[in-house]
């Protein structure tokens, strides 16, 4: 079974009208149907992101729709979907404690996804080809961060955790996928609840 057949199998599941929206890599008719999900009209930025992620998924995913939603999702919480420098917390907050640990190695978050440590940098060079950790920064360009993310999350590359562990035939555990990323829990926030809360958005924008 072709990934074209999965993707478009998977969107009929969602709803019929979108099989127009995406059939043949059409990507963005599918990101025009989630342009408002998250609550205000995304930036011209952020759809061409979305649009990059969603061609990475066709490249390293494996056909669920699903999964590329909860991708999307992620992209949102951490990035806004933009493939931004993690932002430095203010002292004196968890987080900027958190970010103590890291801080000072420059391999802080960058991407979608805010790729961290040095670790990491090491292993998506290995992937791409291309050398992240002299120049971190390249995890920044838009085809570098839509690849790091998908091949991450599909691969279990950040936490040992697939995606797949989730996002099955059978199951669709959104807010424990947050694992594949990162922890449920930080700085006593629950980002898998907020993740959620977007896959939902999304999903209520592909049906409208």
């Known amino acids: 079974m072709s990934k074209k057949f999965m993707i478009t199998a998977a969107l009929l599941l969602i709803g019929g009208s979108l099989y127009a929206a995406t059939a043949g890599g059409k990507w963005a008719k599918f990101v025009q149907r989630i342009v408002g999900a998250f609550g205000k009209a995304m930036t011209g930025v952020q759809q061409q992101s979305a649009l990059e992620i969603a061609r990475a998924f066709e490249i390293y995913g494996d056909g669920d729709v699903r999964k590329l939603v909860y991708m999307l999702s992620v992209a949102w919480?951490?990035?806004r979907l933009q493939p931004i420098r993690e932002i430095r917390a203010a002292p004196g907050t968890a987080v900027y404690e958190i970010q103590n640990g890291y801080w000072h190695t420059g391999f802080?978050?960058?991407g979608y996804v805010q790729l961290t440590g040095k670790a990491n940098?090491?292993?998506m060079s290995r992937f791409l080809g291309v050398d992240l950790v002299n120049n971190p920064d390249?995890?920044?360009q838009p085809q570098y961060a839509a690849r790091i993310m998908v091949y991450g999350m599909m691969e279990g590359a950040f936490t040992g955790r697939k995606l797949s562990e989730y996002i099955t035939p059978a199951k669709a555990d959104y807010y424990n996928a947050?694992?594949?990323v990162?922890?449920?829990m930080v700085a006593?926030?629950?980002t898998a609840a907020l993740i959620d809360g977007h896959v939902k958005s999304i999903f209520k924008s592909l049906n409208t």
């Open 77 to 79: 919480h951490e990035s």
């Open 108 to 110: 802080f978050g960058r």
């Open 121 to 123: 940098y090491e292993k």
């Open 138 to 140: 390249l995890a920044l």
């Open 178 to 180: 947050r694992r594949t």
């Open 182 to 184: 990162g922890s449920i």
């Open 188 to 190: 006593g926030t629950d």
